[in-house]
T-cell receptor
């Protein structure tokens, strides 16, 4: 079982450029999440979605947007990247009844220069 | 120990020893406390959770203890193995889909 698949694995991006991080799950989980992980700050929630067609803002949503056209896919878009968005990005999913039990992808290392 | 907000970098143990990773939390209203394991180059992996109305929960080789009086959470790993080497994060659920993660403790297991 693949679980959560993220792409790309890593990316170097020029400041001001846009980029979409892809995330696909095969567990039929209703809820999906995007976190960023920065040294010394732990994991912080960017956006989440409880079901296809709905999204919500997390702790650090500024500069990011998401969409949830179907159950399986939850892309994260940076419209105009800035160096402070350099981070490791993790997509996760959970059953809606157990939101504390997250299943994470392997992450995307993004460097904005 | 680790705190949701503070950082304890490394815990070194010998293979076969028991490991104890500590975490302090701040929100007395949190209803779930969770431990995740993150190996190098991978995403975090759920280990075990405990509801706020429990003091102790056991899994396979792991035990989580919750002391609500002092807002302290610990993860005990029995007979630590080299494969247990990883960064361990505690998290508290402060709302239905609101998890606050700690900054992690690195566990190094020496043969």
């Amino acid at each position: 079982t693949a679980g959560i698949t993220q792409a790309p694995t890593s990316q170097i991006l020029a400041a001001g450029r846009s980029m979409t991080l892809r995330c696909t799950q095969d567990m039929r989980h209703n809820a999906m999440y995007w976190y960023r992980q920065d040294l010394g700050l732990g994991l912080r929630l960017i956006h989440y979605s409880n079901t296809a067609g709905t999204t919500g803002k997390g702790e650090v949503p500024d500069g990011y947007s998401v969409s949830r056209a179907n159950t399986d896919d939850f892309p994260l878009t940076l419209a105009s990247a800035v160096p402070s968005q350099t981070s490791v990005y993790f997509c996760a999913s959970s059953d809606i009844g157990t939101p504390e039990k997250l299943f994470f992808g392997s992450g995307t290392q993004l460097s904005v220069l | 120990g680790e705190s949701v907000g503070l950082h304890l970098p490394t815990l070194s143990v010998q293979e076969g020893d028991n490991s104890i990773i500590n975490c302090a939390y701040s929100n007395s209203a949190s209803d779930y406390f969770i431990w995740y394991k993150q190996e190098s180059g991978k995403g975090p992996q759920f280990i075990i959770d405990i509801r706020s109305n429990m003091d102790k929960r056991q899994g396979q080789r792991v035990t989580v203890l919750l002391n609500k009086t002092v807002k302290h959470l610990s993860l005990q790993i029995a007979a630590t193995q080299p494969g247990d080497s990883a960064v361990y994060f505690c998290a508290e659920r402060t709302g239905f889909q609101k998890l606050v993660f700690g900054t992690g403790t690195r566990l190094l297991v020496s043969p």
